[in-house]
């Protein structure tokens, strides 16, 4: 679906992290869990290659809110759209988490953005789990309190031991599993490709069962250019994989289907 919203709020959050939140109300009923929009960002040059963005919430008002961090020429001119600027937003896209039941106890892994892709999954989950939060600094942490709220335990690690533990937040994750807080626990994880790679190891190394969110560099967005695909387990092929569009098939896949390189 493709709606042209006004920007109803574009502020700084802390570091290179802005919080916009547009005015759609035809794509937040339909919105769910780890989905994303396809930004046409008004003023950029070449305005035709839209950008992908996680929706962080979308509520029965109609706001729709994304946090981006300021990267390159399209989140920098997003950055100083003004207030009632219209973007087109094509959404909600993409294949999303399998919210938690109730027996399960989930638990989050999110680095950088990864807390903004996570949070509706957080909010709707019916068992309050925990989210780990990494970062390579305390000023990139983003959301902590906002994950609070919605009843998580949060836990925090920086890369140079500014919050937290020191160290990556896989760390954390190890500790879970070493000392496991529930019989059935369900993991995501949204993130840096490096830190997913790593947490899908440690999930397959101790037979758990988890979803990860593969944010590839995108361009239709719609599953029409394959320039977004990954190599993705399918026994029906002769070599037992195939290449999956990240854009239509994901961005979340079972951990189980990925190929770890
Ligand atoms: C499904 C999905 C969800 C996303 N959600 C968010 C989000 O919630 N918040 C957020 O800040 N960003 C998110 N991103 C990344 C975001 O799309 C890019 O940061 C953005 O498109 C960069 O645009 P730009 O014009 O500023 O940078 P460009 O000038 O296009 O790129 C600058 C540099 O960043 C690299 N880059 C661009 N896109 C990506 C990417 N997807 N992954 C890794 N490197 C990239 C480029 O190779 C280049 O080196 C998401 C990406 C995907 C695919
Ligand atoms: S971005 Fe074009 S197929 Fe995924």
């Known amino acids: 679906m493709l709606e042209n919203c006004p920007i109803i709020k574009n502020e700084c959050i802390g570091g290179d992290y802005y919080r916009?939140?547009?005015?759609?109300?035809?794509?937040?009923?339909?919105?769910?869990?780890?989905?994303?929009?396809?930004?046409?960002?008004?003023?950029?040059?070449?305005?035709?290659?839209?950008?992908?963005?996680?929706?962080?919430?979308?509520?029965?008002?109609?706001?729709?809110?994304?946090?981006?961090?300021?990267?390159?020429?399209?989140?920098?001119?997003?950055?100083?759209?003004?207030?009632?600027?219209?973007?087109?937003?094509?959404?909600?896209?993409?294949?999303?988490f399998n919210v938690p039941k109730k027996n399960q106890l989930p638990i989050i892994v999110a680095g950088g953005y990864g807390s903004a892709a996570t949070y509706m999954l957080a909010k709707q989950s019916p068992t309050k789990g925990r989210i780990l939060i990494g970062a390579r600094t305390s000023s990139d942490l983003i959301l902590v309190d906002e994950f609070k709220r919605t009843g998580f335990e949060v836990l925090v690690a920086t890369e140079d031991g500014s919050e937290g533990k020191k160290g990556f937040v896989?760390?954390?994750?190890?500790?879970?599993?070493?000392?496991?807080?529930?019989?059935?626990?369900?993991?995501?994880?949204?993130?840096?490709?490096?830190?997913?790679?790593?947490?899908?190891?440690?999930?397959?190394?101790?037979?758990l069962s988890g979803e990860l969110s593969l944010d590839h560099l995108m361009c239709c967005g719609i599953g029409a250019c394959y320039a977004?695909?990954?190599?993705?387990?399918?026994?029906?092929?002769?070599?037992?994989?195939?290449?999956?569009?990240?854009?239509?098939?994901?961005?979340?896949?079972?951990?189980?289907?990925?190929?770890?390189?």
């Open 170 to 207: 896989t760390k954390l994750l190890d500790e879970i599993i070493k000392d496991p807080p529930s019989k059935s626990m369900s993991f995501y994880g949204c993130g840096p490709h490096g830190m997913l790679m790593a947490m899908g190891r440690i999930l397959l190394k101790n037979t």
């Open 20 to 96: 916009i939140v547009f005015k759609a109300p035809e794509i937040c009923p339909k919105v769910k869990p780890g989905q994303f929009v396809h930004v046409q960002i008004a003023n950029l040059r070449d305005r035709i290659l839209r950008r992908p963005f996680s929706i962080c919430d979308a509520t029965a008002k109609g706001e729709l809110t994304v946090i981006y961090k300021v990267i390159g020429e399209g989140t920098a001119v997003l950055s100083k759209l003004a207030k009632g600027t219209e973007c087109s937003l094509m959404g909600p896209q993409g294949k999303p």
């Open 228 to 261: 977004c695909v990954v190599k993705v387990k399918d026994e029906t092929k002769t070599d037992g994989w195939r290449f999956a569009r990240t854009c239509k098939e994901g961005p979340v896949f079972p951990a189980t289907a990925i190929y770890y390189e």
